[in-house]
């Protein structure tokens, strides 16, 4: 055995072959993979190379240090390699456990199911996935097959995912383009309980499916909203589906973005991203328990919904440990107070700034939202970026926010003249003042009407024609 272990090990060696072919990543991923991610980061200068990761901070090979407020998407709820989560990797790496039998009962999921209901004590089972996309999938079949209808009501600009299932409840025409026939789902305007309930009452309904914040744009269902959703649902007994994938676990300042509204309660409810801890990929789908006996309605049923890696001790320790770091480090105060902050103090610049719209959110969940500047000095370029593309204002933004502040964001969605920042719920004033500053600095360059940054604007409207 230890033989076998010293051969093996000298066949492969991880730093070895990085070190040997690091350099290649670009080219890699250009002849192998997805050819328009480094022809898109080439473009708008995110070409980095970044060392290692700890936290909210990137590091070159330089030494520069890089703030991230992306958080991979959302999926670095705790920052990168928090010392809690790691050691639980190499605990459960190092226990040998019997992993995916698949004809046994292990208790880690068991115990991670127990954890995360109690969160949320309306909802009684939970079904373990692997990503976000894949905990809407479940909740999507599991309302279809418990209420015996077809169809699912969602939100225009709406995003659940990029799966087939998922992307028939997707609001953005951009990623549905080409993907049909998709599932007999219907969209309405967030927030028009009229349409909503128009659609409920032709009877085929299923559930309605709805980011409590969304992503695309940071958009708040209005107050009281998700209640009288509820209300209509249930009277035609159809089920109420909260997408928390992006907005769970602290991100918005209560643990659950839908709590922030009292008297709701999702029949099912989608989580992922900050559960995996950073480290494996982790989805749940929670639900009540007359959904889940309707879906397993009989041993012959028993694998009727299943996952080759649901649930696998890996993913489950992360899920654990991600929670007791959650509770013991406050995580969840933090995201309320810290994004607080952030939010006031970039609220205060709308009155300074013409070209700055907006700032909205909950939590380290914040929209910046870009319109068109009073002055006719600005005017002139604005208008000129909007003919070209919608969206080009606020890459005009993220670009120097990288280049000059080593600060990593993103622009909201497609066509949007909005910023998210959506940062690991780590962070603190330090991070807050930081990017504040740099944030300042680059809107005073906007408004001066020209430099580099209106310079690059125009490299951005020629790409934009170009791709035409």
Same mark, same amino acid.
């Given at each position: 055995?230890?033989? #076998?272990?010293?051969?093996?090990?000298?066949?492969?060696?991880?730093?070895?072959?990085?070190?040997?072919?690091?350099?290649? =990543?670009?080219?890699?991923?250009?002849?192998?993979?997805?050819?328009?991610?480094?022809?898109?980061?080439?473009?708008?200068?995110?070409?980095?190379?970044?060392?290692?990761?700890?936290?909210?901070?990137?590091?070159?090979?330089?030494?520069?240090?890089?703030?991230?407020?992306?958080?991979?998407?959302?999926?670095?709820?705790?920052?990168?390699?928090?010392? %809690?989560? =790691?050691?639980?990797?190499?605990?459960?790496?190092?226990?040998?456990?019997?992993?995916?039998?698949?004809?046994?009962?292990?208790?880690?999921?068991?115990?991670?199911?127990?954890?995360?209901? @109690?969160?949320?004590?309306?909802?009684?089972?939970?079904?373990?996935?692997?990503?976000?996309?894949?905990?809407?999938?479940?909740?999507?079949?599991?309302?279809?097959?418990?209420?015996?209808?077809?169809?699912?009501?969602?939100?225009?600009?709406?995003?659940?995912?990029?799966?087939?299932?998922?992307?028939?409840?997707?609001?953005?025409?951009?990623?549905?383009?080409?993907?049909?026939?998709?599932?007999?789902?219907?969209?309405?305007?967030?927030?028009?309980?009229?349409?909503?309930? =128009?659609?409920? !009452?032709?009877?085929?309904?299923?559930?309605?499916?709805?980011?409590?914040?969304?992503?695309?744009?940071?958009? #708040?269902?209005?107050?009281?909203?998700?209640?009288?959703?509820?209300?209509?649902?249930?009277?035609?007994?159809?089920?109420?589906?909260?997408?928390?994938?992006?907005?769970?676990?602290?991100?918005?300042?209560?643990?659950?973005?839908?709590?922030?509204?009292?008297?709701?309660?999702?029949?099912?409810?989608?989580?992922?991203?900050?559960?995996?801890?950073?480290?494996?990929?982790?989805?749940?789908?929670?639900?009540?328990?007359?959904?889940?006996?309707?879906?397993?309605?009989?041993?012959?049923?028993?694998?009727?919904?299943? #996952?080759?890696?649901?649930?696998?001790?890996?993913?489950?320790?992360?899920?654990?440990?991600?929670?007791?770091?959650?509770?013991?480090?406050?995580?969840?105060?933090?995201?309320?107070?810290?994004?607080?902050?952030?939010?006031?103090?970039?609220?205060?610049?709308?009155?300074?700034?013409?070209?700055?719209?907006?700032?909205?959110?909950?939590?380290?969940?914040?929209?910046?939202?870009?319109?068109?500047?009073?002055?006719?000095?600005?005017?002139?370029?604005?208008?000129?970026?909007?003919?070209?593309?919608?969206?080009?204002?606020?890459?005009?933004?993220?670009?120097?926010?990288? /280049?000059?502040?080593?600060?990593?964001? /993103?622009?909201?969605?497609?066509?949007?003249?909005?910023?998210?920042?959506?940062?690991?719920?780590?962070?603190?004033?330090?991070?807050?003042? !930081?990017?504040?500053?740099?944030?300042?600095? %680059?809107?005073?360059? @906007?408004?001066?009407?020209?430099?580099?940054?209106?310079?690059?604007?125009?490299?951005?409207?020629? /790409?934009?024609?170009?791709?035409?």
């Amino acid at each position: 055995m230890a033989e #076998a272990e010293a051969a093996g090990a000298q066949g492969f060696d991880l730093g070895r072959l990085l070190a040997e072919r690091g350099a290649e =990543r670009y080219d890699l991923h250009t002849k192998y993979l997805n050819h328009q991610l480094p022809r898109m980061l080439h473009t708008i200068g995110f070409d980095k190379v970044y060392e290692r990761a700890e936290g909210a901070y990137f590091w070159d090979a330089e030494g520069n240090d890089y703030l991230d407020m992306l958080a991979g998407f959302g999926v670095m709820g705790l920052g990168r390699h928090h010392p %809690v989560v =790691r050691k639980a990797m190499h605990d459960v790496l190092d226990a040998g456990l019997a992993d995916l039998t698949r004809f046994d009962c292990p208790p880690l999921p068991g115990l991670l199911a127990e954890r995360l209901l @109690a969160y949320t004590p309306h909802l009684d089972r939970v079904f373990f996935g692997n990503s976000g996309t894949e905990a809407v999938e479940t909740a999507l079949k599991f309302a279809r097959y418990a209420t015996g209808r077809p169809r699912i009501l969602y939100c225009t600009h709406a995003f659940h995912g990029l799966t087939t299932g998922s992307l028939s409840v997707n609001g953005e025409d951009g990623f549905r383009d080409g993907f049909a026939p998709l599932l007999p789902d219907t969209a309405v305007e967030m927030g028009d309980l009229d349409a909503l309930e =128009r659609e409920v !009452r032709r009877g085929d309904v299923a559930g309605f499916v709805v980011e409590p914040v969304q992503g695309k744009g940071v958009h #708040a269902t209005p107050p009281g909203f998700l209640r009288a959703a509820q209300e209509v649902l249930h009277r035609r007994g159809a089920l109420l589906i909260a997408d928390e994938v992006q907005t769970g676990m602290g991100r918005t300042g209560d643990f659950f973005a839908y709590q922030h509204e009292a008297g709701v309660e999702p029949d099912l409810l989608c989580v992922a991203k900050t559960l995996s801890g950073g480290y494996v990929p982790v989805s749940a789908t929670l639900g009540k328990d007359w959904i889940f006996k309707k879906v397993y309605s009989s041993m012959d049923r028993v694998l009727v919904h299943s #996952a080759s890696f649901g649930a696998n001790a890996q993913a489950m320790a992360a899920g654990l440990a991600t929670l007791a770091v959650i509770e013991d480090e406050k995580i969840v105060e933090n995201a309320r107070t810290t994004g607080d902050l952030l939010r006031g103090r970039l609220a205060e610049l709308v009155d300074k700034y013409e070209l700055l719209h907006e700032v909205r959110g909950r939590g380290l969940m914040i929209g910046i939202e870009f319109g068109r500047p009073k002055s006719l000095k600005l005017r002139g370029g604005w208008t000129m970026l909007q003919a070209a593309r919608k969206g080009l204002f606020a890459q005009m933004v993220v670009v120097p926010l990288l /280049q000059r502040h080593r600060i990593l964001t /993103q622009v909201s969605g497609d066509h949007l003249e909005v910023i998210k920042l959506i940062p690991p719920l780590i962070i603190g004033e330090k991070e807050v003042d !930081r990017f504040v500053d740099a944030f300042t600095d %680059v809107m005073d360059d @906007a408004h001066k009407g020209s430099g580099l940054m209106w310079d690059f604007g125009r490299t951005l409207i020629k /790409q934009a024609v170009a791709t035409r």
